[in-house]
C-alpha cells in the first residue's frame, strides 16, 4: 500500500485485492455494570486502594470483548503497578495543594517540578500501557525517548501558551505523530501521515462553532432579558453550555476520523467513520440516563460510547494478516524480555 499527497491531504493507493476488517465490541451493558458496581464499592471501602485492581478489572474486560479478524486483545497490567503510579500522582498533587497553604514561593516551587516531572510520567505511561497489551498473544510497545516525550508534552504546549493558542493545533499534530510513530506492534512499527494543516482546519471549526454559540446565545439573552445584565450573566453559561458540550463532540468526532484515517501499520491502514450525528445522540441519551438514574446508568452508557467508536474503527488489510501476525511472533521472540523493565510504573490517567 502506498499514498500520495494532493493539496497537503494523503490520499492512499488501496490494493485491490486488500479487505476491510472491522473491529468487533461484545461487551454487554449489564455485565459491565457487575463488574462496575464491585469495583466502586471495594474502591470506597479501601479509601481508593483497590481503584488499581478496579482499574485492571475493567481493562481485561473490556480487552477481551475486544476482537479484530478473529483475534482477541488481552491486558496484563499487575494492580502493584497501577498502585505505585497513582501513589507518586497523589504525593504530585498533595504537594501543590500543600505547597500553596505554605507559601507562595513553595507553591511555585512544586508547580515547577510538575511541569519538570510530568513529560516523564507520561512516557513512562505510554510505555506501560502499550507494553501490558496484546493481539493474538503478540505484545505492544512504545519506542519514543525521554527526550522526545519533553519536547512533545513540555516544550510544544509551551509554546501554543506563548503564542496564544496560535501554534496549538501544531503541537497537538506532533503529539499524536509522536505517539504513533513510536509505538510499535511486536517489532512493527506504526506511522502516521496526517499533515499540519488538517489539525488547524479541525481547530477552526471548532473554534467557529463556539464563536457561533456565543453569538446566538447573546441575541437570545438580550432579546429575553433586554439590559437586565445580571439575568443575563447568570442565565448565560447554563444556556451556553449545552451548544460547547456539542461543540467538544464533534470536535473529538473529527479527531478521531482524522488521527486513525492517516495511521498505518506496516502495509496495513486504519478506517474510522464516525458520525458527528450519531456520536451526539449517543451522548445527550447516555447524560440524561445517567442523571436520571442517578449515576446507575454510568456502565452502560461507557458500553455504548466504546462500542460505537470500536466498531466504526477498522484495519484495511493489504495482504494476510495471518502471515503478518505469525511474522511479528517469530520476530518478537528474537527480543525476549528485555522491555519487562516497563512493566512497573503506570501513571494511571
Given at each position: 500500500m502506498s499514498s500520495i499527497h494532493s493539496g497537503g491531504a494523503a490520499v492512499r493507493q488501496?490494493?485491490?485485492?486488500?479487505?476491510?476488517?472491522?473491529?468487533?465490541?461484545?461487551?454487554?451493558?449489564?455485565?459491565?455494570?457487575?463488574?462496575?458496581?464491585?469495583?466502586?464499592?471495594?474502591?470506597?471501602?479501601?479509601?481508593?486502594?483497590?481503584?488499581?485492581?478496579?482499574?485492571?478489572?475493567?481493562?481485561?474486560?473490556?480487552?477481551?470483548?475486544?476482537?479484530?479478524?478473529?483475534?482477541?486483545?488481552?491486558?496484563?497490567?499487575?494492580?502493584?503497578?497501577?498502585?505505585?503510579?497513582?501513589a507518586i500522582a497523589g504525593l504530585l498533587i498533595g504537594g501543590y495543594s500543600?505547597?500553596?497553604?505554605?507559601?507562595?514561593?513553595?507553591g511555585f516551587a512544586m508547580v515547577a517540578l510538575?511541569?519538570?516531572?510530568?513529560?516523564?510520567?507520561?512516557?513512562?505511561?505510554?510505555?506501560?500501557?502499550?507494553?501490558?497489551?496484546?493481539?493474538?498473544?503478540?505484545?505492544?510497545?512504545?519506542?519514543g525517548t525521554a527526550k522526545e516525550a519533553?519536547?512533545?508534552?513540555?516544550?510544544?504546549?509551551?509554546?501554543?501558551v506563548l503564542t496564544l493558542g496560535l501554534l496549538y493545533p501544531f503541537a497537538h499534530q506532533r503529539v499524536k505523530r509522536f505517539q504513533h510513530t513510536s509505538s510499535r506492534f511486536g517489532n512493527a512499527p506504526f506511522s502516521f501521515d496526517a499533515a499540519v494543516g488538517s489539525f488547524y482546519k479541525a481547530y477552526l471549526g471548532l473554534f467557529a462553532v463556539c464563536v457561533a454559540a456565543v453569538a446566538v446565545v447573546a441575541i437570545v439573552l438580550t432579546t429575553s432579558f433586554k439590559a437586565d445584565w445580571i439575568a443575563m450573566v447568570v442565565f448565560g453559561p447554563l444556556v451556553l453550555y449545552p451548544f460547547i458540550l456539542c461543540a467538544g463532540w464533534v470536535f473529538m468526532t473529527v479527531l478521531q476520523n482524522?488521527?486513525?484515517?492517516?495511521?498505518?501499520?506496516?502495509?496495513h491502514a486504519f478506517r474510522s467513520t464516525m458520525r458527528v450525528t450519531r456520536i451526539a445522540g449517543i451522548y445527550i441519551t447516555n447524560l440524561l440516563a445517567i442523571i436520571f438514574t442517578l449515576g446507575l446508568f454510568i456502565p452502560f452508557a461507557t458500553v455504548r460510547a466504546m462500542k460505537y467508536r470500536l466498531e466504526c474503527t477498522s484495519l484495511i488489510v493489504?495482504?494476510?494478516?495471518?502471515?503478518?501476525?505469525?511474522?511479528?511472533?517469530?520476530?518478537?521472540?528474537?527480543?525476549?524480555?528485555?522491555?519487562?523493565?516497563?512493566?512497573?510504573?503506570?501513571?494511571?490517567?
Open positions: 488501496v490494493d485491490p485485492e486488500s479487505r476491510e476488517e472491522g473491529f468487533a465490541f461484545t461487551a454487554s451493558g449489564s455485565e459491565y455494570f457487575r463488574i462496575w458496581i464491585v469495583n466502586l464499592f471495594l474502591s470506597v471501602v479501601t479509601l481508593g486502594i483497590y481503584t488499581a485492581w478496579a482499574k485492571v478489572r475493567r481493562n481485561q474486560y473490556f480487552y477481551a470483548n475486544t476482537r479484530l479478524a478473529g483475534g482477541g486483545f488481552e491486558y496484563h497490567a499487575k494492580p502493584l503497578a497501577i498502585l505505585k503510579g497513582r500543600l505547597a500553596f497553604k505554605l507559601s507562595p514561593v513553595a510538575m511541569w519538570a516531572v510530568m513529560p516523564w510520567l507520561l512516557w513512562k505511561s505510554l510505555q506501560f500501557a502499550l507494553y501490558n497489551s496484546s493481539y493474538r498473544g503478540i505484545r505492544f510497545g512504545f519506542g519533553y519536547l512533545y508534552f513540555l516544550v510544544l504546549p509551551l509554546l501554543g482524522l488521527v486513525w484515517n492517516h495511521t498505518q501499520l506496516g502495509d493489504n495482504g494476510n494478516l495471518d502471515d503478518f501476525v505469525a511474522g511479528q511472533q517469530a520476530q518478537v521472540s528474537a527480543i525476549g524480555d528485555g522491555a519487562a523493565d516497563l512493566a512497573d510504573f503506570d501513571l494511571a490517567l
